[in-house]
């Protein structure tokens, strides 16, 4: 799946909130009208509750803010594998001062309700083994794009499905979101499987829209609606 670096930087315009500096009215008869409409803007318009990058826990795994002392387990366990990082949108990262520098930047971001970037941690060994965050943002669609990745030696064990499903519970109870999406290249169809598995529906294909470390490539996107959330967890009880 196409993780990015940093949350948010191919978002639609859609997705970001302008301040009030964004606004230049000039004419005084017009100053009621822009307050207005400013009030409009930056208020009106928002329907999800953002909570920010608070900690999760499943059975197994606890999600929660990464630390700068994580840069070694993070390059070790996915960031410097060329293997976890083929179908990604960010390079391999060449050494662990590059590590530590991304993840200089995401803490820095933790002050923010609407940056969620979360580290993947097994209970049972302690040790950060992935990333799975909320890539892009659109408030007026109430829609929010996931990305993932995790450890090569942690691959089929259920653990992506399990932090990605508690990632949409999160989001669909506490922040409201109404549609969560994803998308991979087709040639790393298990990143599709662990979507279906949590609920998500196959959307299609779209050829030759998007690029990885593969180059240009096809992406195939998955959603679930709030609706659709609501009906699956009424039938599982």
């Not at 948010?8 to 302008?18: D, F, L, M, T, W």
């Not at 009030?20 to 509750?49: C, I, P, Y």
């Not at 408030?139 to 942690?154: D, F, M, Q, T, W």
Request: proline share 3%; hydrophobic share 35%; aromatic share 10%.
């Amino acid at each position: 799946v196409h993780l990015l670096h940093r949350p948010y930087e191919n978002a639609e315009p859609a997705g970001i909130r302008p301040s009030r500096s964004d606004f230049q009215w000039t004419d005084a008869v017009t100053v009621q009208l822009a307050e207005l409409l400013q009030k409009n803007v930056l208020e009106g318009e928002a329907h999800m509750e953002h909570k920010g990058t608070v900690t999760l826990e499943t059975e197994r795994l606890v999600l929660r803010r990464f630390q700068l002392d994580d840069a070694p387990a993070m390059y070790r366990n996915w960031a410097g594998d060329g293997e976890v990082t083929k179908y990604l949108t960010w390079p391999t990262h060449k050494n662990v001062e590059v590590s530590e520098k991304i993840l200089s930047e995401w803490i820095g971001q933790y002050d923010r309700p609407d940056f969620y970037n979360w580290a993947i941690v097994i209970k049972e060994a302690g040790e950060v083994i992935g990333n799975i965050s909320v890539v892009s943002i659109q408030e007026k669609a109430e829609l929010v794009h996931i990305g993932y990745c995790i450890s090569r030696s942690r691959w089929r064990q259920g653990i992506t499905s399990e932090a990605l499903g508690e990632l949409i519970r999160f989001l669909f109870e506490e922040v409201h979101a109404g549609c969560i999406s994803s998308r991979h290249d087709p040639r790393n169809p298990n990143s599709g499987k662990v979507m279906k598995k949590c609920g998500m529906k196959y959307d299609g294909t779209l050829r030759h829209s998007d690029w990885n470390n593969q180059g240009i490539c096809d992406a195939s996107y998955y959603s679930i609606l709030r609706e659709e959330y609501d009906a699956r967890k009424k039938e599982a009880g």
